[in-house]
């Protein structure tokens, strides 16, 4: 039975994605700092349900602790590591840039420093559509250059790919980084939009609305998103033995066994618009309060899923309106409003 270890599973979408490989029969072992970015108790709530499972066990520890991290994956030798911690959200990067040097690079470091050592069959990482920074062209497809990062957060998840490169390149370590695009669903993050803003709606107080919602984001429902990382899992990248080997559009390395792909909707949505459908969830209208864009934002992202589907077979789909309504629902069933 294939075991994987989650890192973040606490989080929001490692905590779907362990949902999913277990419903499928696999093992899985987790690994959660438990960090107060957010509201502590959604994160003991998803590792509670997941410990209803008898296939699932669980470490408390923080990536930067090398020592815990790697006593876990020597006890527990993983065939497949997926690495979601991190410090996530791109605005929190202007108040605690440290946190992401911790996190995302010595914290990464760690991860792939254990992948090395077990010779792991796959490591899967997070990276993110920030990494596309000021680029323009759209969709955002993994072939272009990504040498405009706005923020450290995209920064961080840059250097990431880069790391991830070297050790995949020098220790022929299969490697695939995610490029997600704003992820959202039931068990969602507080400090992110679509929660803001249904909290916002439902308690009758105003919501911040950036570049007076002229900004567009190709939103990426979790249960779509964590399919199309279970699809990956088994579609390890084999290092090229010659350019022919690498089809077009394909973001293979020539020199290792290693790929970025996208994992987004392929369909950008306006703010307003999405607006629109959180208050028609809620049967309320919002308290718009227009804003210029923020430092470090972008106006928009738009994936190109070709190479996703191309791996796969698979491209999310879930329509932004159907996912807002499956949102609303939990929200309100969870904090009883
Ligand atoms: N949600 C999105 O829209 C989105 C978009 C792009 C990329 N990502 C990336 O996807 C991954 C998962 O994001 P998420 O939305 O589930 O975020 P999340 O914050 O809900 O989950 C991250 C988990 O990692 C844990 N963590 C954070 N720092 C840690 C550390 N130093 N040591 C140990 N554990 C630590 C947290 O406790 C949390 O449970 C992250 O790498 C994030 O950067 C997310």
Not at 20 to 41: A, C, P, W
Not at 91 to 101: C, D, G, K
Request: glycine letters at 8%.
């Amino acid at each position: 039975m294939t075991k994987v270890l989650v890192t973040g599973s606490a989080g929001f979408i490692g905590y779907h994605l362990s949902q999913l490989l277990l419903e499928e029969g696999l093992r899985v072992v987790g690994y959660d700092g438990m960090t107060d970015y957010y509201d502590v108790r959604l994160k003991e709530r998803r590792h509670q349900m997941l410990l209803q499972h008898a296939h699932f066990t669980c470490k408390e520890g923080m990536l930067e602790d090398f020592e815990t991290l790697h006593a876990l994956a020597l006890a527990e030798r993983p065939d497949v590591i997926v690495h979601l911690a991190a410090q996530a959200g791109v605005r929190y990067s202007l108040e605690n840039p440290r946190a992401y040097v911790d996190a995302n690079l010595i914290g990464t470091f760690n991860v792939m420093e254990c992948a090395r050592e077990l010779g792991v069959q796959h490591l899967l990482m997070a990276s993110t559509s920030s990494v596309y920074g000021a680029n323009t062209a759209m969709p955002f497809d993994e072939g272009q250059k990504v040498d405009t990062p706005l923020t450290l957060y995209a920064a961080t998840k840059k250097a990431n790919e880069a790391m991830a490169h070297s050790y995949a390149h020098l220790w022929n370590l299969p490697t695939t980084m995610f490029r997600f695009f704003t992820v959202y669903g039931p068990w969602g993050r507080p400090d992110m939009a679509l929660f803001k803003f249904t909290r916002g709606i439902l308690e009758g107080t105003p919501i911040d609305v950036y570049n007076d919602g002229e900004m567009y984001r190709d939103f990426t429902y979790v249960t779509d998103l964590v399919r199309g990382i279970r699809l990956l899992i088994d579609a390890a990248p084999v290092r090229p033995e010659s350019p022919e080997d690498i089809a077009p559009g394909d973001s293979l390395s020539p020199v290792a066994p290693f790929r970025v792909v996208n994992i987004g909707n392929g369909e950008k949505v306006r703010l307003a618009d999405f607006v629109d459908a959180i208050e028609a969830e809620c049967g309320r209208a919002a308290m718009r309060n227009y804003l210029p864009i923020q430092p470090g934002d972008v106006p928009a992202t738009w994936a190109d899923t070709a190479l996703l589907q191309s791996l796969t077979g698979y491209a999310p789909q879930t329509p932004f309106r159907e996912g807002v309504a499956r949102f609303v629902a939990w929200y309100r069933e969870y904090y009883r409003v």
